[in-house]
């Protein structure tokens, strides 16, 4: 989990075009709150499309830690019988988070209201991330942390119950914060109220409600305000866990970045909170169309059928930016090629994330040629105009920093470029996207 293994790096270059189809697999955040929430639900919640990757899998072990009975049939399809909310066990050892920022803030929310105590601990990268995020909110509601120097992994979480509701106005744009006062929020009695003045991926919102716990979405002096009706009984559901447009976005920018290219992807999230990377590459004139939007899961879905695009450098405006926050390493490989300058700014945030990905988005695509400027908060790109990236000399590798999207967004930059990019380690690929080596050999790359 915590990748100790030798690093295993890969050299990608330039193949033929991206045709055919493909299907990504299960969103990481649906995927998550689905082994959460059917871990609190009394019965069995079935889950059919979770992402089997290693975050997720970190997420699973813990909450059978905490009593929950995880299964996975033959068919694929997960089955978890929850213990109910209130009834988490104490874990016998350390939770071990792994690479995965969303399992350790999330269930952090849900141990601070049970009388319980757990151990966090996670690899070099989560062990850098701060976690005084959601360790203030958590401690307005009595629970008590003993956390490494800067509020950082390893730390100690000794929960309470009752908890005191939290009325609490978000400081960062971070639905990571926002889910773990509601998940808090569930056996806490009264109402757990969480304002949010950027709204910010909604699956908790929309999971909670599905499972039947009673929750109020509304909306004063133009923020979003979330209220939670406490010791909630929820009730087992059954999921279908629509595909990752994390995941699909490498794709999607691979099949406009390289000629001839023309890739449907199957079953892609479009969640009006996730999906802005979409509309900002379709500004910059790449051809994505949706097809056949339904819904799976509560969430809206649709094929993505993408081909081949010039594109041209935007503006990115940072009001979208919660809508796309992991999307950011794969759009300055996008602006490396587009005619012309790409600006994005407000995106401190990034610095925080499984590496700073404003600064090895730099490094990164500097080395293999593109032309950048790091400030701050953002980066200014210069784009080739759709030549191909130089791409990296033989002895130099792209540092990944055990972040899975600086490794997919530098194999996507490979792919269009003159002589390849290699990159340092491609296994923190499996925390987010195990199969993604498999499709792109299967799209043609
Ligand atoms: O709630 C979630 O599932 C996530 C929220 C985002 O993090 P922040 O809340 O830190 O922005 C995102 O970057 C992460 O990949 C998943
Ligand atoms: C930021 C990410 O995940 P997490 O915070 O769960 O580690 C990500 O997947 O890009």
Redesign the pocket.
């Known amino acids: 989990m915590s990748h100790s293994n030798p690093p295993s790096p890969r050299r990608f270059t330039s193949a033929g075009p991206l045709t055919g189809r493909i299907a990504v697999p299960g969103d ?2 649906v995927s ?2 689905s082994l959460m929430l059917g871990a609190l639900a009394v019965g069995e919640t079935r889950v059919t499309g979770l992402l089997e990757g290693e975050d997720v899998l970190a997420t699973a072990t813990a909450m059978r830690a905490m009593g929950a009975t995880i299964t996975r049939d033959d068919d694929g399809t997960w089955s978890i019988h929850g213990v109910g909310v209130g009834s988490l066990l104490q874990p016998e050892q350390a939770l071990d988070m792994g690479n995965s ?2 399992s350790t ?2 269930l952090m929310g849900l141990v601070a209201s049970h009388p319980i105590r757990a151990v966090f601990t996670g690899d070099a990268s989560l062990s850098k991330r701060p976690m005084e995020r959601v360790i203030e909110p958590l401690s307005q509601m009595g629970a008590n942390f003993e956390a490494s120097p800067g509020g950082t992994l390893p730390l100690m979480l000794r929960g309470i119950s009752p908890a005191v509701p939290l009325t609490y106005r978000l400081p ?8 773990a006062i509601l998940l808090a929020g569930l056996n806490t009695a009264g109402i757990t109220t969480v304002i949010e003045p950027v709204p ?2 909604d ?2 919102e929309r999971m909670l409600r599905g499972f039947g716990a009673k929750l109020e979405v509304g909306e004063e002096n133009g923020e979003r305000v979330i209220a939670l009706h406490g010791e909630a009984d929820l009730q087992p559901q059954a999921i279908a866990v629509p595909g990752d447009p ?1 995941s699909a976005a490498f794709f999607a920018v691979a099949a406009l970045l390289v000629p001839g290219s023309d890739l449907l992807i199957e079953n892609v999230g479009l969640n009006p909170t996730r999906a802005a990377l979409f509309d900002v590459l379709r500004d910059m004139g790449g051809r994505i169309d949706e097809l056949d939007r339904r819904e799976v899961g509560g969430e809206p879905v649709a094929d993505l059928r993408v081909r081949h695009s010039p594109l041209t450098g935007v503006e990115v405006d940072p009001a979208v930016a ?1 809508a796309m ?2 999307e950011f390493p794969i759009l300055f490989v996008a602006a490396a090629l587009a005619q012309g300058k790409t600006t994005t700014r407000d995106l401190e ?1 990034l610095r ?2 499984e590496s700073d990905r404003l600064a090895a988005m730099a490094a990164a695509l500097t080395l293999a040629g593109a032309r950048v400027e790091e400030y701050g908060d953002g980066l200014v790109i210069e784009g080739t105009g759709g030549d191909p990236l130089p791409g990296t000399a033989d002895a130099t590798a792209i540092a990944t920093h055990l972040d899975h999207r600086i490794a997919m967004s530098m194999a996507v930059a490979g792919l269009a470029s003159r002589n390849g990019v290699e990159v340092d380690d491609v296994s923190p690929i499996a925390t987010s996207f195990p199969t993604f080596e498999r499709l792109l050999a299967e799209a043609g790359a």
Do not use: F, M
């Open positions: 990481k955040s998550h709150r920022g969303t803030r999330l960062v744009a971070s639905a990571q914060v926002k889910s910010t991926r699956h908790s994390s919660p926050i992991d945030e925080v994330k």
